[in-house]
Structures are given as C-alpha cells and as structure tokens.
C-alpha cells in the first residue's frame, strides 16, 4: 500500500515563504491540493514523474514551483510570495501512472494526512 509523508507546513507572513515536502513509498506522478476551511479540496500544482511535465492552478502560477527528487520519491512545493488566501491544509497526492496526472481530485487514489499553512501578518 502506498504512503504517503508530508511535512513543512507552518506560519508565515504576507510575501514569505515556505516549502513543503512529501515522501512517497512508490515512484509515480504526484501532485498538491489544498483545502481552504469550509470548502472542498483544490488542485494546487501536479507533476509527472520526471519532473518535467508540470501544472499549477492559475492562482498560485508564477508564485509556486513543483519539483521532484526522484532518488528518495519525494516531491516538493516552494511557496513564495504568499497571500493569506493561501492560508489552508495541504494535501500531498499520488497517481497511479508515472506520466499522467489531473486537476480532479477523484483521480488520485492515495492521500497524505494533510499540512497546515497560515498565512498572516
């Protein structure tokens, strides 16, 4: 059964930053959702399993990178520039295929225990 580990959640101030890391025990695309309090969870950002292939929602583009270390299946999420509407639990996602991966949140079938994130001044 796959595992997933995450962890670097925490606070941090209007235009900081953070980096959450999640460790898998398999070798397959993985991706980020978030979910803000009251709400379902949202795709964050996803990766294959090269690390090549990428996508972000539009609202954390340009401020957010995905990127993988393939020699201990990890994937990591740099947040910069963060806004308190970035405030929220993450959630690390594992697929089932090395090169695909989606925006649904009913495609991925293994799910880490979630990490919170405040953002706030």
């Known amino acids: 059964q796959v595992q997933l580990t995450e962890s670097g959640g925490g606070s941090a101030q209007p235009g900081g930053s953070l980096t959450l890391s999640c460790v898998s025990t398999?070798?397959?695309?993985m991706a980020w959702f978030r979910r803000h309090e009251g709400e379902e969870r949202e795709f964050v950002a996803a990766?294959?399993?090269?690390?090549?292939?990428?996508s972000y929602a539009d609202s954390v583009k340009g401020r957010f990178t995905i990127s993988r270390d393939n020699t201990i299946n990890a994937v990591y999420l740099q947040m910069n520039n963060l806004i308190p509407e970035d405030t929220a639990l993450y959630y690390c996602?594992?697929?089932?295929?090395?090169?695909?991966?989606?925006?649904?949140?009913?495609?991925?079938?293994?799910w880490g225990q979630g990490t919170q994130v405040t953002v706030s001044s």
């Open positions: 398999t070798n397959t695309s």
């Open positions: 996602a594992a697929g089932r295929l090395k090169y695909a991966y989606s925006h649904e949140l009913g495609w991925w079938p293994t």
């Open positions: 990766a294959d399993w090269t690390g090549t292939s990428t």
